[in-house]
């Protein structure tokens, strides 16, 4: 066999293989981070007591709804950690929200069908 008809089946065998993994993933692919969001917003939230003290009423974002809406679209995971190394659950997030001059962190600790607000902080 001589070297062209190497570099050929080669090449054919390439793009077999690709089109194979191109039409074989999954359409909806997403990032690590955006999973992370969306299981927030299948999952209930409840507040810490000292969370609703600090926060006060007359802001808008210590409402749930709010919250939730706030996460999905401008939410940016600052760290993860898992408080248990040998099981997934608790697993604690600092998220951010940044607005024009204004910077929010939301402390979050999450199980398995609920998701706790331990801190927000205003910056």
């Known amino acids: 066999m001589n070297f062209f008809r190497r570099f050929i089946c080669l090449l ?3 793009i077999i293989g690709f089109l194979i993994l191109l039409y074989c993933t999954p359409t ?11 299981n927030i917003k299948r999952k209930k939230i409840i507040f810490d007591e000292n969370a609703i003290r ?3 009423k ?18 940016k995971i600052i760290s993860i950690k898992r408080l248990l190394k040998t099981k997934l659950y608790p697993m604690i997030y600092h998220i951010e929200i940044k607005d024009k001059n204004r910077k929010r962190i939301f402390v979050i600790e999450e199980y398995i069908d609920v998701i706790y607000i331990k801190k927000i902080i205003l910056i």
């Not at 909806?28 to 969306?38: E, K, M």
């Open 54 to 56: 600090n926060c006060q």
């Open 28 to 38: 909806t692919y997403y990032s690590y981070h955006q999973r992370i969001l969306d």
């Open 58 to 75: 007359k802001y808008m974002f210590c409402n749930p709804i709010f919250i939730k809406s706030e996460l999905l679209k401008k939410g």
């Open 12 to 14: 054919t065998g390439f």
